[in-house]
């Protein structure tokens, strides 16, 4: 023991005066000309002793020690010792080594994590902070470490690797693997997070043998092996087994999705997302989940990194989007109690934590949607109760559909005719949404995300050049999207109803699809044919506004993830051309505050302003008038083939009934139900709203006065 240290208290663990390779990085309240040298104990205490140069030397005790006051961690896969230490009178001091022996390594274990507050409650820690060497699924960018500095704690069933106070990473112990590796480390194998990045789990450099096999012992005897090894996150769970709001670990793997106590490490529910009986609905921040093991159950998650991961899991979203279709619906109630909504010929059945009804169709007086986002609802009324359900809202529109559709299924065999008839008057709104909607969507965009009251306004060249460079980037994406969309109406649309209607008359023709059916996709195409006018003119737009701006559309913002609900959509399942994504995409990107940099020059200006004026001629007059022209092509058609289809079903079978009426009823709920909502997320214009604005702009526009014979 040098001299100069006089009395300390406890074992010396460290004593910086034998190693001459240490060195001073920074100090504040020490001699300008002295030099410092550093002892640990096991009290657990730290003393510096500052030799004064000039001046008296000083000894600075920090007695008791405690991290993150005093910082001592291995590093460089725990072969050298960094110390940042905070001492009393307002003295700090970093200190680091060169590369330590075995001896001096040996001897630090004395420390025996000490330093952490709480080390005693421990099953292990570590003797300081020690080297994390870790593993990432793939290369990070420069800002993600590849080393990390932290205390290996074992408590409570969870490892922890806590740092300067804070615990950047954990995962639940039954949920990794652990495996020697070297003389004295372990590569632990299981995901996590850290700073946004996943990791596939990580190397610990315990110091010696010895203090490997104690964190071998202790991780041994945590119980029996993982069912899953998968990346987990904390989340919020609400109705699991009928109880009320508790945490718990997510643990995602390709095929299954689990979640655990994050206390005792018990299995709380397990769900593979491979099993045809799953449903799931929400958005990755919230979302429901039900099996037949387990009732519905709501799930939060706060992580955005670890929600992105459950969006890109292949046999989630195919559950998600199976969901749409399947008949049993996880939504939650308005007081956020989850439940299922499943569909019978006697009645719509909602059960959960608490909640069991079965609803009469003939007793629902009322069927109100309510559209928002990232969560809309459905509200109905019975002569006794109200029963309002809250959703993503592909879940709603999917939910609002199934209530009508079993409700219409009530009716008479006898009146499916009259059914066929009503189905094919909101055609003239599907027909009209369908085709033009994408336009005045990107209109209502341009103009800053007005309602149906302004979409008679017209587009103008703003004055601010940030608001200029919004509607650039909107106009020069959507314009894109509208050419893909119109190439969807040529080439998909007429095949599309063609099929839906073969789908009415397969109860009754075995599946086969009539000679006449199969004529009326080429009369459908003709009648279409109008539709090229509009995506003539939308081609000729876009070179134009390409000649004005050149932006690069892949340096365009995106979509944040949040925003994107765990199912595709429901309006994708039931017209491929509602798809209008980009549009919505770029603008709710600028209606969150992201920037473009972008100038319009005045030898632009006179460009933009053509470019504008045809937009707004196009919108205004061209497609009033070619909405009238295609509705007065195409409903001929569709009346001739209402009668065929209703004629075929009238000679159907006793037995074939009851699917026809099932089919026919779920098509007048659907065509019903979809003008009563938006086409898509960042789209707040409802289908029917714009179906009413072009019939009301196609009677204002002005037409030549023929004389009457």
């Not at 020690?130 to 699924?137: P, Q, R």
């Not at 922890?160 to 995962?171: N, T, V």
């Not at 092996?225 to 699991?240: D, E, M, N, Q």
């Not at 205004?620 to 075929?648: D, K, M, S």
Request: hydrophobic share 45%; aromatic share 6%.
């Amino acid at each position: 023991m040098p001299v100069a240290w006089g009395t300390v208290r406890g074992r010396v663990v460290f004593d910086s005066s034998l190693h001459p390779l240490f060195m001073e990085r920074q100090s504040a309240g020490f001699s300008w000309t002295g030099t410092r040298s550093l002892l640990l104990t096991d009290q657990p205490a730290v003393y510096v002793h500052d030799t004064g140069g000039l001046g008296t030397p000083v000894v600075t005790a920090l007695d008791p020690a405690a991290d993150p006051d005093a910082t001592i961690e291995l590093v460089d896969a725990s072969t050298r010792l960094v110390a940042d230490l905070r001492l009393p009178q307002g003295r700090t001091i970093q200190l680091t080594s060169g590369e330590l022996d075995q001896p001096a390594l040996t001897a630090l274990t004395g420390l025996r994590g000490r330093l952490m507050p709480g080390a005693a409650a421990t099953d292990f820690i570590s003797p300081c902070a020690i080297s994390i060497t870790l593993a990432y699924e793939s290369a990070p960018d420069g800002s993600a470490p590849e080393e990390l500095a932290a205390y290996v704690v074992v408590a409570g069933g969870r490892l922890q690797l806590r740092s300067r106070g804070d615990i950047p990473i954990e995962w639940p112990v039954n949920r990794v693997t652990v495996t020697p590796v070297g003389p004295s480390a372990v590569t632990l194998r299981g995901g996590a997070l850290l700073g946004g990045h996943f990791l596939t789990g990580a190397t610990l450099h315990l110091v010696t043998p010895q203090v490997r096999q104690a964190f071998m012992a202790v991780m041994g005897s945590a119980g029996p092996g993982p069912r899953t090894v998968g990346t987990s996150a904390p989340v919020t769970l609400r109705g699991l087994n009928g109880g009320g709001d508790g945490k718990a670990d997510c643990v995602l793997s390709a095929h299954e999705l689990e979640f655990q106590s994050p206390d005792t490490q018990e299995v709380l529910a397990h769900f593979d997302l491979g099993d045809p009986r799953l449903r799931i609905a929400g958005t990755v921040e919230r979302f429901v989940v039900f099996s037949p093991a387990h009732g519905p159950v709501t799930v939060e998650c706060a992580s955005e990194v670890f929600g992105r991961r459950l969006y890109q899991n292949a046999e989630l979203r195919a559950a998600a989007e199976r969901t749409l279709t399947s008949g049993v619906l996880p939504a939650e109630l308005a007081d956020g109690r989850p439940v299922a909504c499943a569909f019978a010929p006697d009645g719509m059945r909602v059960k959960g934590a608490g909640v069991n009804l079965r609803i009469p169709y003939q007793s629902i007086r009322t069927v109100e949607g309510r559209p928002g986002l990232p969560r809309a609802a459905v509200r109905l009324t019975t002569e006794r109760t109200e029963l309002e359900v809250v959703a993503a809202p592909e879940l709603v529109q999917a939910l609002h559909i199934e209530v009508r559709a079993w409700s219409n299924a009530c009716a008479e065999p006898a009146r499916v005719p009259g059914m066929l008839r009503a189905a094919v008057g909101l055609e003239e709104d599907y027909l009209l949404y369908t085709v033009f909607g994408p336009f005045y969507e990107l209109h209502a965009a341009l103009l800053g995300d007005v309602g149906a009251d302004g979409l008679s306004q017209e587009v103008t060249l703003p004055e601010e050049a940030e608001e200029r460079s919004r509607v650039a980037a909107v106009l020069q994406v959507g314009l894109g999207e509208l050419q893909a969309h119109l190439d969807q109406v040529a080439s998909v649309l007429p095949a599309f109803l063609r099929h839906r209607d073969a789908r009415l008359l397969a109860a009754v023709t075995n599946g086969a699809e009539p000679d006449w059916l199969k004529a009326q996709e080429g009369r459908l195409r003709a009648a279409l044919a109008p539709v090229q006018r509009a995506a003539a003119e939308t081609g000729q737009l876009a070179g134009r506004l390409s000649r004005v701006m050149d932006l690069d559309p892949d340096a365009l913002p995106k979509v944040g993830y949040a925003a994107a609900a765990l199912s595709l959509g429901a309006a994708a399942l039931l017209n491929p051309v509602f798809a209008v994504s980009g549009i919505s995409q770029a603008y709710s990107s600028h209606a969150q505050g992201e920037q473009r940099k972008a100038q319009v020059t005045a030898q632009a200006e006179r460009g933009w302003a053509i470019v504008l004026d045809r937009w707004n001629a196009l919108v205004a007059t061209t497609l009033p008038v070619l909405g009238y022209v295609l509705t007065e092509n195409v409903f001929g058609l569709r009346w001739e083939t209402a009668r065929r289809i209703g004629q075929e079903l009238a000679a159907a079978p006793e037995a074939a009934r009851p699917a026809v009426l099932r089919a026919v009823a779920r098509r007048l709920a659907i065509l019903d139900v979809m003008r009563r909502y938006p086409g898509g997320t960042g789209v707040r214009l409802r289908r029917g709203e714009i179906a009413d604005h072009l019939r009301a702009a196609r009677e204002a526009v002005r037409t030549p006065r023929f004389l009457d014979f």
